[in-house]
């Protein structure tokens, strides 16, 4: 029977409160949980058929519960949904070979947790918002019309001109918007990956790892951001397992 | 899983939750953007893919087309040429994906991690 790994993690504290927690928790399929160790770390693992490995919304939901209740009392490193070797003895090989760089990850996340944060708007209204105050300080989308004759082939390019000004205008606003965000989370010497425009409506996707004392200073001050930028939506989701920030080529 | 992960959302961006969770169903669910090239649909399989490379180039050109025309280094003839230029392929691109049933979102195809093309 194959072997489904759940997540690294490190037990040099506590090695039986990882076997009692795995009493308490079954995996996909109602599977019993066990852990694999090498010296200080362990892959929580459960047995499974390959059959049964169906990536559907209730097996992800199981597979992270297991993952998240891990990482309520350990440092780990999550695995993605599908992680499976053929044995014991193969898990133990894979810990033992990247045993240092796992051991690296973990201290990277350790006393850490991940928040993610999505910043949404209304496209067109945020746009023709900003698009106005721009024309009334600089008069940058008006000059470029009033300037050139009139043709069916000029009118087309004006019409173009002004999308391409409308979206530097609103990509200029969100880069603004990253640029404080990101001088905020340096405070904190937080880890961070932050994504743009994911969406028309999605303009900011972002993932940080920080230090679990600091949860409320970032809810305080995503909530400052809120009030600040009252033509956005900022919704701040976590702690998670540090699913993004686990860097390892599995050897 | 702890049922509620959201630690704030207090916008009042006049967003409905539909509007939101259509989003996140669009982050997650990217069926619809995947190509699906198989031995019964290879013709518009292939077309879908031809057709996503010729708009993401089109509209490369397109971008860098405005940036000079913003910069100013392009005559009145040359703006003229360029605004005709770009409204045949605009026409064009418009009767192939016609012709071959696609919409403009059945061309974003989503990269994965790197997010959608266009």
């Not at chain 1, 079954?26 to 929580?44: C, N, P, T």
């Not at chain 1, 928040?115 to 496209?123: A, E, S, Y």
């Not at chain 1, 019409?159 to 609103?170: F, M, N, P, Q, T």
């Not at chain 1, 949860?215 to 909530?223: D, M, S, T």
Request: aromatic share 6%; charged share 30%.
């Amino acid at each position: 029977m194959d072997k489904m790994i759940y997540s690294i993690l490190s037990v040099k504290k506590d090695p039986e409160k990882l076997d009692t927690l795995l009493r308490s928790l079954k995996g996909i399929a109602g599977a019993d949980l066990y852990a694999v160790s090498s010296d200080q770390i362990s892959a929580v693992v459960s047995d499974i058929n390959r059959p049964d490995l169906i990536a559907n919304n209730s097996n992800a939901i199981d597979y992270a519960g297991v993952i998240e209740t891990l990482a309520r009392k350990f440092t780990l490193l999550p695995m993605r949904f599908g992680s499976v070797m053929d044995s014991i003895g193969s898990i133990n090989n894979m810990l033992v070979k990247n045993y240092s760089e796992i051991q690296n990850n973990l201290q990277k996340v350790e006393n850490k947790y991940e928040f993610g944060l999505k910043v949404f708007c209304d496209p067109e209204k945020l746009m023709s918002e900003l698009s106005l105050e721009s024309e009334a300080t600089n008069e940058t989308l008006q000059t470029s019309y009033s300037e050139m004759k009139t043709s069916v082939y000029r009118e087309y390019v004006n019409e173009k001109l002004k999308e391409h000004k409308k979206e530097e205008i609103l990509l200029s606003y969100v880069d603004s918007v990253i640029a404080e965000l990101t001088e905020f989370l340096s405070q904190l010497n937080t880890l961070k990956k932050i994504k743009k425009m994911t969406s028309a409506k999605n303009i900011i996707d972002a993932v940080f790892l920080l230090k679990k004392e600091d949860k409320n200073e970032l809810i305080q001050a995503v909530e400052d951001f809120q009030s600040k930028y009252p033509r956005l939506n900022f919704i701040l989701t976590g702690p998670w397992p540090p699913y993004n920030f686990v860097d390892i080529t599995i050897k | 899983m702890s049922k509620n992960k959201i630690l704030c959302n207090t916008g009042t961006v006049d967003l409905s939750i539909k509007d939101i969770s259509d989003e996140f169903d669009q982050i997650i669910n990217k069926e619809e953007s995947r190509l699906k090239l198989s031995p019964d649909n290879a013709d518009s399989g292939l077309a879908k893919l031809v057709l996503t490379l010729v708009e993401l180039i089109r509209k490369l050109v397109e971008k860098q087309a405005m940036r000079r025309v913003d910069g100013g280094s392009l005559t009145d003839d040359e703006i003229e040429r360029l605004g005709e230029t770009l409204m045949k392929l605009e026409m064009k691109m418009e009767e192939l994906k016609k012709y071959f049933n696609l919409t403009d979102r059945d061309l974003n195809i989503n990269l994965g991690p790197l997010g959608d093309l266009m």
